[in-house]
Structures are given as C-alpha cells and as structure tokens.
C-alpha cells in the first residue's frame, strides 16, 4: 500500500524567503510517481511539478523545485524567493506504477506568506 | 478544450435523499477518479475507474456508487445522503505515455448535507 505524510501542518514564511514542505512516502513499488499540487482558497487543484521514480535529476519548474531523496522516501517541495500569491495548501501525491495509477494524498501543509 | 467538467458546483441535500454528481472529460483519459477532501484535509479516493465499464473501489466507497458506460462520463451516485457526506468532491482523470504521467482535475462539487 502507499503512503503519503506530510508533518507540517501549517507554516508561516517571509516574503522573498525560500521555503521547504516536506513529504515523505512509502511503498513497496520500483516504479512510482511523486506530484505537488497547490489549492488556493479558491480550491481548484493545481499540478506544480512531477518527480518519477527513475527519473535521475530532480525535477524544477520555475520557482519550484523537488528535492528527491530515494534512500530516504521523501520527496520535498522548495519554492524560492516565495509571493504572497504562494499562500495555499500544498499537497504532496504519489501515483503507483502502470495499471495502478491512482493518486494517494498526503493531509496537506497550509503555507502563508507574510509581508 | 475542457478538460474535466463537474456539476452542480454546489448542491445541498437533505439527509435521505439522493442525487448524481456529473463528471465529463473531453481529452479522451481512459482513467477517471472521485475523491472527496473534507475540510482541512487531503483527498481520499472514493471510486475509480481504468475504462468504460471497469470501476473498482478506493478508500472510503461506502455510499457511493459508480458507472462508467463511456469513456467520457463517470457519474458518482449518492443513494441515501448522510451528513458525513458533506465534502467537497473532485473528479480526476489522467493519461500515461511511457513514463510521462499527467492528471486532469475538475473544479470540485461543494456538497452539505443537512
């Protein structure tokens, strides 16, 4: 079975600081996936970036980054130079491997930026 | 392109009674999802589905039920609503191509049962 947990429920950063949310996972699978999603209070779900198992170079989209630690299960998120537009939940997700696709949720971590 | 389409976006039931939540893709996914994220918390994940005529269960089913007749359509049915029920639920849908994986969610349905 997978696992998602993310232990900080809530954090508070300054503007312009670079902020870590942390996500570990388990299971049992060599082949899996790591997602972040923002949900702004407006609660859509937004995909931020997308870490694969195999994958050998951490994964960056703009000011977000994955921190991917293999040995370690954990898969932590890191927006740099952080906007007020930042705050929201952010949701750590891990899919299975091909023919197991459905995505597991962490319980989330509500960040504010403060000005 | 849509994307994944859910309605109502609101809806509040009495306990007992029973309604279809609506979900639609137009991007030709052969896997959709339901989950539910009650307040303050992660999605769960209620029913899936890998293609027309093929659901299975997720985390938490009870109460639910699903059909998938086409690949675009993947109704949730609520039979008899509780107030454990009031959620907000989302509906997914997602492609792979070799390793390159990508999920679609719907703008979620706000429902309260009282």
């Known amino acids: 079975a997978q696992k998602i947990t993310q232990t900080q429920p809530g954090m508070f950063v300054q503007e312009k600081e670079a902020v870590t949310l942390d996500c570990t996972y388990d299971t049992s699978d060599p082949s899996y996936g790591l997602f972040w999603y923002k949900q702004p209070s407006s609660g859509e779900m937004i995909f931020l970036i997308y870490q694969g198992s195999y994958d050998q170079q951490n994964a960056t989209e703009g000011r977000y980054s994955l921190n991917f630690q293999k040995a370690r299960k954990s898969a932590n998120l890191v927006i740099s130079a952080s906007q007020l537009g930042d705050s929201a939940m952010y949701f750590c997700?891990?899919?299975?491997?091909?023919?197991?696709?459905?995505?597991?949720f962490g319980t989330g971590t509500r960040l504010t930026i403060i000005p | 392109n849509a994307g994944v389409t859910q309605t109502p976006k609101f809806r509040i039931l009495k306990i007992g009674q029973s309604m279809t939540l609506q979900c639609t893709q137009d991007m030709n996914h052969n896997y959709m999802y339901w989950y539910r994220q009650d307040p303050g918390m992660g999605l769960k994940l209620i029913y899936y589905?890998?293609?027309?005529?093929?659901?299975d269960k997720g985390e938490v089913p009870n109460g639910y039920n699903v059909s998938r007749s086409t690949t675009e359509d993947f109704p949730l049915r609520l039979e008899l609503a509780a107030p454990s029920q009031t959620s907000v639920y989302f509906c997914?849908?997602?492609?792979?191509?070799?390793?390159?994986?990508?999920?679609?969610f719907g703008s979620g349905t706000r429902l309260t049962v009282v």
């Open positions: 997914a849908s997602s492609y792979s191509t070799g390793q390159v994986y990508g999920y679609t």
């Open positions: 589905s890998v293609g027309a005529g093929i659901t």
């Open positions: 997700a891990m899919r299975g491997p091909s023919g197991n696709e459905k995505l597991t």
